[in-house]
Nanobody, 122 residues
Framework: QVQLVESGGGLVQYGGSLRLSCAASGDRFTIVKMGWYRQAPGKQRESVATITRGGTTNYANSVKGRFTISSDNAKNTVYLQMDSLKPEDTAVYYC????????????????WGQGTQVTVSS
């Protein structure tokens, strides 16, 4: 198993910034991709940003130019820097990792964090 611990959510005013962090831990695992998803009340979970082990990033159109995803592969940690936040960014943000190896064996699987609330006030 792989455990994910998220931090950094909170309440911020319109135009403010927050930085989310997510650290993965477990037994002999290899991550191929990490990312952030969000789910607002009454809406489906959507992808916000992803980053591959090689550093290739992908962003939702709604956050391009405002959010930046980065990772530290040595620490198995992914970050999401969120700037110019808007009320429509309010949601629970979930960290996701996709593995290729877990427990020393090939195991392609998605793991999810517990979610962290981000609230942007107007």
């Amino acid at each position: 198993q792989v455990q994910l611990v998220e931090s950094g959510g909170g309440l911020v005013q319109y135009g403010g910034s927050l930085r989310l962090s997510c650290a993965a831990s477990g037994d002999r695992f290899t991550i191929v991709k990490m990312g952030w998803y969000r789910q607002a009340p009454g809406k489906q979970r959507e992808s916000v940003a992803t980053i591959t082990r090689g550093g290739t990033t992908n962003y939702a159109n709604s956050v391009k130019g405002r959010f930046t995803i980065s990772s530290d592969n040595a620490k198995n940690t992914v970050y999401l820097q969120m700037d110019s936040l808007k009320p429509e960014d309010t949601a629970v943000y979930y960290c996701n990792v996709r593995t290729a190896v877990v427990g020393g064996v090939i195991d392609v699987r998605d793991f999810w964090g517990q979610g962290t609330q981000v609230t942007v006030s107007s």
